[in-house]
């Protein structure tokens, strides 16, 4: 998910340019399982589910919760946690710098998804959890060891000895070729299974992916903002990029925060910073294509939800991956695999969502 380092709004356009990229039949995946599906992150040899679960929300007090963390809140994320991994999900993101070490009751997301895995691999020793988690770019750190210094501070929160999947959460306002070598030094140390980039546009994406096949590693993905509503990957190059250098895309805030599940109405925004992005008016807007996307699963007996998730999995080489703050929503975003959007509902969708004021995106894919 973006890194969200204070509860200021920040805001940037994509262009209303749209390129169409080819869709999958539904007829393709008529045999496809929920929960038995797994692939290859990217080029590496790391597998993981068609969907993950981030844990943005989980222990944040800036722009989840209300500004508020308590037990009630944290037995919730325990929720989502074993509902996703008694559904098959088993892909998890976290951040160092999501959650709060600091403010009142609140705890690092890291932490909490340590805590999960411990007590689910007590209960089953034999369940296996895939962890990504990412390096702040924050301008006063400098060189490659400070990439492995915060692996192993993240480490320390996980209570792991490893993580499947280390990413560097945005690109470095200076120092990104020292990053990636860090990066790549986590790999050879055997910190980690599989390295990524996260809100890198293609250029960086491409020297990011250059600097390390030097060295014999794989870039293994790009986690960005991707949803039906917000296309930027598909506008400026990155999911091209992507596909051509076999490198996955995850799919971060892939229902839009909420937009696209149609919980919010004009007369029912979303509370918190999430309401000065989906204003009345956006929701406003916006409604012909929920509308529509409730026809779509209704044919289905799916949900809003569980369609614009599968609309990103349609798009190949895209994991999504939807924050859940409680269990039902797990079980919810489950419903999205084993079936699949016809060609033509996909490029409906497109086409109605192409319609709507480009939602607000994060700056730093810009940098």
């Known amino acids: 998910m973006a890194l969200h380092v204070s509860s200021a709004c920040f805001s940037a356009f994509s262009p209303g340019k749209v390129q169409k990229i080819r869709a999958v039949a539904s007829e393709d995946f008529a045999t496809m399982k929920m929960g038995e599906d797994k692939v290859k992150l990217g080029g590496s040899e790391l597998k993981v589910t068609r969907l993950g679960i981030g844990a943005w929300s989980w222990g944040d007090t800036s722009y989840w919760n209300n500004f508020e963390w308590d037990d009630r809140k944290m037995k919730a994320a325990k929720a989502a946690f074993d509902a996703s991994v008694d559904c098959g999900i088993t892909f998890f993101d976290t951040a160092e710098v999501y959650g709060s070490r600091f403010s009142l009751g609140a705890i690092n997301s890291e932490t909490l998804l340590g805590r999960f895995i411990k007590e689910s691999k007590e209960r089953n020793p034999e369940e296996e959890v895939a962890v990504a988690t990412k390096f702040a770019a924050l301008p006063w750190r400098l060189g490659r060891q400070s990439v492995i210094t915060a692996l192993k501070d993240s480490l320390c929160r996980l209570g792991l000895s490893s993580v499947d999947l280390y990413q560097l959460h945005w690109p470095g306002i200076w120092g990104n070729e020292g990053y990636i070598d860090g990066l790549g030094d986590a790999v050879e140390q055997g910190l980690v299974k599989a390295v990524g980039v996260s809100n890198y546009n293609e250029k960086r994406l491409r020297d990011a992916y250059d600097q390390l096949k030097k060295r014999?590693?794989?870039?293994?993905?790009n986690q960005v903002n991707y949803s039906l509503i917000y296309r930027l990957p598909e506008e400026n190059g990155v999911k091209v990029a992507c596909d051509e250098l076999g490198i996955t895309l995850i799919a971060y805030s892939p229902i839009a925060q909420g937009a696209l599940t149609g919980k919010y109405t004009p007369e029912n925004p979303p509370t918190g910073p999430r309401g000065r992005i989906y204003t009345p008016e956006f929701l406003t807007r916006l409604q012909p294509l929920i509308n529509r996307i409730k026809q779509i699963g209704q044919n289905y007996s799916k949900s809003p939800t569980q369609v614009v998730?599968?609309?990103?999995i349609a798009q190949e080489n895209v994991i999504p991956i939807p924050g859940a703050k409680n269990g039902e929503q797990a079980k919810e975003f489950a419903g999205a695999l084993g079936w699949?959007?016809?060609k033509e509902e996909i490029n409906?969708?497109?086409?109605?969502?192409s319609e709507t004021k480009p939602v607000i995106g994060f700056p730093v894919e810009n940098l």
């Open 216 to 221: 014999g590693i794989t870039l293994a993905s």
């Open 309 to 312: 998730l599968n609309w990103l």
């Open 340 to 342: 699949r959007l016809t």
């Open 348 to 353: 409906e969708l497109r086409s109605l969502a």
